[in-house]
């Protein structure tokens, strides 16, 4: 299998991280979760996955956008907050409920590919001490769905550089105070929890 480099012309991952994501382009069927931190480098795995796999894609980002901005902008008058204990309590537990099962209708008729942060999921699957695609059977009632997982890896400074260049609105509240987003979110410890819970990881 070969990767059309105009596909992404950048193509951030090493060759390790390329190997990598052709190995887990093997498994043709069921679903493919990658996850990992906002501006990781998931679209671009998510990309290079699509050009192998022909996947139906559901991206979180573009799942429920109005839904997520229209919820928030009620609650507490941000439309992009997409990290408050608000957020994370009231609205992304039924967004990603929502994705993960429509993720596995589909994948009953062809390939899905997922791109989401899964941060929340991680965070629970260590501590009931689960793999993080078992964790996803066992919410979606799916205990013998092919489930795939990938962490997309790099660090805090490819991650800001990133949020810069893209210059996405909802990235403007990480942005606006990166220091509290860094130590909260980055820092946290989910840097090491995601390797530790999915079945592959990519460094980019």
């Known amino acids: 299998m070969t990767i059309n480099p105009k596909l992404s012309p950048s193509l951030p991952f090493s060759p390790t991280g390329l190997q990598a994501l052709r ?31 022909n996947p139906v894609v559901l991206d979180k980002d573009t799942f429920a956008p109005r839904l997520e901005e229209s919820v928030m902008s009620e609650l507490n008058g941000n439309p992009h907050d997409r990290d408050s204990d608000l957020y994370r309590r009231v609205v992304a537990p039924h967004l990603y409920a929502a994705l993960v099962q429509q993720a596995v209708t589909i994948a009953k008729r062809c390939p899905v590919v997922v791109d989401a942060p899964f941060l929340g999921y991680v965070e629970t699957a260590a501590q009931r001490g689960l ?8 919410i979606t009632q799916a205990y013998d769905a092919e489930i795939r997982t ?3 890896d790099t660090d805090t400074v490819r991650i800001r550089d990133r949020m810069l260049r893209r210059g996405a609105e909802r990235d403007l509240p990480k942005l606006s105070d990166w220091n509290t987003y860094r130590t909260t979110v980055l820092d946290s410890g989910l840097a090491r929890t995601g ?5 592959h990881v990519v460094t980019n």
């Open 195 to 199: 390797p530790s819970v999915v079945d």
């Open 23 to 53: 190995d887990i382009a093997t498994s043709r069927a069921g679903i493919t979760i990658v996850c990992g931190f906002p501006a990781a480098g998931k679209t671009t795995a998510t990309q290079l996955l699509a050009e192998l796999l």
């Open 150 to 152: 990938v962490w997309v």
């Open 131 to 138: 793999p993080l695609s078992d964790y996803i059977r066992t």
